[in-house]
């Protein structure tokens, strides 16, 4: 029984809350169909949805879903996929050497015989040397990706030197209906922009986002498992949009959109070339313009054009947006170092100081800051801060005694004085000449802590009773209120002398 990722398991609860089909759940996440439905079914006993789940952690999820496997059982399958790939990208290796290298791994596998049977009945059932005819669905998914070729029309302000364009294009469905935007440069930032202008654009949401596997989008490209970066996973959440990226050097995932830059290179590209544009914002206007014209254009091999195609097939068949915009959030990982305070941006962000040596995400919004655990759960949130204090700090992420130490940093002479006219007259007394008795008051806040601190131990009373004898003594010290209380405790806790013939009077002594 193969347990899978709680990530992966997450993103299927999501998915399949949200109304995607086992093939398409299966094909967003990476696994097999059979995979998606055996997660939907053990969920489906313990009565577990993405809501609850979003509460647990990694190993309370693993708990509720993979229980302790019986012994026994049919062998389960190795993923037949890249052994086909590596036999076929390699003629030097036979099932036979593959295979030796499975049982390696697995020594309670499957043998020779039912490896070579199950493979050859996963080529039959996978058919690897037909090809599947594209045909997409309306208003289903969204292809996007950068154009290759750039274009140097933007005059720089300040220095007078042309700039370099890059192009992002997204194409809808049925109707290869598409978006173009310029950027500076093919950042992450720019990425998620371009991705909610091209949503408000065509005016709803598809059901699937179809990426390439650039880095803005795949920070590890696999076909079996691509990791998204966390921002577009973001993204992908906040629209309801399954992501699934197309397949490395499998040019028939990505067609439309391949065919949308090809043609818009033509008849864009080539219309920009030449002319010249003072601000992004003013190359944008006329690129918009120009995409209004062109969409408007007949198709040569079938009736209509983008426009009247997509405002009759694919607009109907869109998800309304979301009520709220996407709001770009940026994520680091940190090691939380021995002052528990993290850094971003020349700032510092407390966290719990038991997370010490371990690695939190901060999640960087507009004016929110949110720092998670490795399970990710949130652990501290903060206001972003860009001036003020280097430091912000949560008193309750503090240690009790940084805690004691950070209230008496944050004391001065009133707020001593203040405290000891809770205690009494005298002590307010002596205090007060301990604070006036230095050049500069803040050399004598120890000794004042000191002195308030002895009413924990001995009580208000005879802290009062001490100071007196201080004041009275002329010397209104720390030391001195400390033997004055010390003697008086001795004093009391000593037992009287016992009245006997041959002791002498007190007054004798007089």
Known sequence: MRCEEPVKIMEVLRLWEEGYSQREIAASVKCAKSTVGEIQRRSREQELGYGEASGLTNVQIHERLYPKAKPGGIKEDPEWRPIHERLESNRRLNLRYVWEEYRYGNPE????????????????ETGKEVVMVQEREPGRELFVDWMGDTLSCVVDGETGELQAAHFFVAT???????????????????????????????????????????????????????????????????????VIPARVRKPRDKARVEGSVGWLETWLLEWLRGQRFFSFEELNRAVRARVRELVKRPFQKRAGNRASVFEAVDKPALRPLPQTRYEHVEYM???????????????????????????????????????????????????????????????????????????ANK???????????????????????????????????????????????????????ACEQARKLGSPTYTTVKHLLQNHAATKTSAPLPVHENLRDPAEFA
């Open 109 to 124: 596998g499957l043998g020779y015989s039912q490896f070579c049977r199950r493979y050859q009945q996963w080529r039959e």
């Open 172 to 242: 809808l469905g049925d109707s290869n209906y598409p978006y173009v935007e310029a950027f500076a440069d093919e950042g992450h930032e720019n990425w998620l922009t371009a991705h909610v202008h091209a949503l408000e654009w065509m005016g709803g949401v598809p059901r699937v986002i179809v990426p390439d596997n650039c880095k803005t989008a795949v920070s590890k490209a696999s076909y079996y498992d691509p990791k998204l970066n966390p921002a577009y996973w973001d993204l992908a959440k906040h629209y309801g949009v399954a």
């Open 333 to 407: 990982v940190r090691r939380v170092p021995d002052n528990y305070h993290v850094e971003y941006d020349g700032r510092y962000y407390s966290v719990p100081y038991t997370l010490f040596k371990q690695k939190v995400t901060l999640r960087i919004g507009t004016n929110m800051i949110e720092i998670l655990d490795e399970n990710w759960e949130r652990v501290a949130l903060h206001q972003r801060r860009g001036h003020g204090s280097r430091y912000v700090t949560v008193p309750e992420h503090m240690p009790k005694k940084h805690q004691y130490q950070r209230e």
């Open 411 to 465: 004391r001065n002479g009133d707020s001593y004085r203040a405290w000891a006219k809770t205690i009494g007259e005298e002590t307010w007394w002596v205090v007060d000449a301990m604070l006036r008795s230095q050049r500069a008051e803040e050399s004598a806040y120890r000794s004042c802590m000191g002195v308030l601190q002895m009413a924990k131990k001995h009580g208000n009373g005879p802290l009062e009773r």
